[in-house]
């Protein structure tokens, strides 16, 4: 008899594993005095600043929401984009309490495969494209944020490795999707035996067609990006309103790297549910570096400001469960081919 864990138990073990650590690192915070919850008093002297962090935080919703409606209609899926913000507070709210880090993208791609059910794979393949935009955005902000701020980098040899990680995975990637996208490396013999194989399994082949069709579409790709890194962008101004509910006088550069330094770890999906623990203790040990001690704090704001949006998506949930072909229209393109 197999004494090897069955896919429950080992589920049940990776989960006990997130919390133990969720519980260590608010243990260590707290015993090392780089969580003290009564600073937070002073956030009520500045409650515009809070204020203002919320519309920064709600124009990264809309621009992901947007972002995925280019990315879908590529795909010749059209959804308003009243639904596809909708569906991405959902995902926060899925993010946050659910599945780890990963949760919104599983339930993304769940739902709008179930609402178009004669191209599931191309609403699967948005919302990895719109994932690998997210991530990309911020290797190139890291890249510029490294560059404005040269001798913090030069410093600290821990950014400074994630700094080439960075120019690395920027450079990487782009030739990546050229070399799957070229004309020229798809007419080779090895290429086209490599892609009639994957033809043969249906989801492979699929996949395959969706992530093909954006090669038609080199205006969205470029919009999404540039949407992706204002996403970033304003997600560092967010940070820097919290910090000034807090701080009167810092300096804000440094935010520039620091906090897609910490976001990018906290997209690991070994993370306990909304990056609870981890996002708090990388704060604080990256923002020790800048000489500010309240980055537990901050992290706490930012996470009082990610819970409060995930309420909002968690109602727009349980108002409206199914997501179905109401929902959804076909575009022209769509209804031609079928």
């Known amino acids: 008899m197999s004494m090897r864990p069955g896919p429950k138990a080992?589920?049940?073990?990776?989960?006990?594993?997130?919390?133990?650590?969720a519980v260590g690192l608010f243990y260590w915070l707290f015993q090392s005095g780089r969580l003290q919850l009564d600073e937070l008093s002073r956030t009520f002297a500045n409650w515009e600043w809070l204020l203002l962090a919320q519309v920064f935080f709600l124009g990264t919703q809309v621009l992901n929401g947007l972002r995925w409606k280019l990315l879908l209609r590529a795909q010749s899926i059209e959804y308003p984009l009243s639904s596809t913000v909708s569906l991405t507070l959902v995902g926060w709210f899925f993010n946050q309490v659910a599945f780890g880090s990963t949760g919104g993208d599983i339930y993304?791609?769940?739902?709008?495969?179930?609402?178009?059910?004669?191209?599931?794979?191309?609403?699967?393949?948005?919302?990895?494209?719109?994932?690998a935009f997210g991530l990309l955005a911020l290797f190139v902000l890291i890249i510029a944020a490294g560059i404005l701020n040269f001798d913090f980098l030069r410093a600290n040899p821990e950014l400074r490795y994630l700094f080439l990680l960075s120019i690395g995975v920027a450079v990487a990637l782009p030739i990546a999707a050229w070399l799957y996208f070229s004309g020229a490396v798809r007419r080779s013999r090895l290429i086209k035996v490599v892609f009639s194989r994957l033809s043969r399994y249906r989801l492979a082949g699929q996949l395959h067609e969706a992530i093909d069709a954006?090669?038609?579409?080199?205006?969205?790709?470029?919009?999404?990006?540039?949407?992706?890194?204002?996403?970033?962008?304003?997600?560092?101004?967010?940070?820097v309103c919290l910090a000034r509910t807090l701080l009167n006088d810092f300096d804000w550069l440094p935010f520039l790297l620091i906090v897609p330094a910490a976001h990018l770890a906290m997209a690991v999906p070994i993370n306990p549910p909304g990056a609870l623990g981890t996002a708090e203790a990388l704060y604080a040990y990256?923002?020790?570096?800048?000489?500010?001690?309240?980055?537990?704090?901050?992290?706490?704001?930012?996470?009082?400001?990610?819970?409060?949006?995930?309420?909002?998506?968690?109602?727009?949930?349980?108002s409206r469960k199914h997501w179905s072909a109401v929902d959804l229209r076909y575009s022209a393109n769509a209804e031609k081919a079928g």
């Open 10 to 21: 080992k589920n049940h073990i990776f989960t006990a594993f997130k919390v133990s650590l």
């Open 108 to 131: 993304k791609a769940y739902a709008v495969a179930r609402g178009c059910p004669t191209n599931p794979g191309g609403g699967i393949v948005s919302v990895l494209v719109d994932r």
């Open 214 to 239: 954006y090669r038609s579409y080199p205006k969205i790709l470029w919009s999404s990006a540039v949407m992706s890194v204002a996403m970033q962008l304003l997600i560092v101004a967010m940070n």
């Open 286 to 318: 990256l923002f020790e570096l800048a000489g500010i001690t309240l980055g537990g704090l901050i992290a706490l704001l930012q996470r009082i400001t990610f819970i409060a949006w995930s309420l909002v998506g968690a109602a727009i949930f349980v």
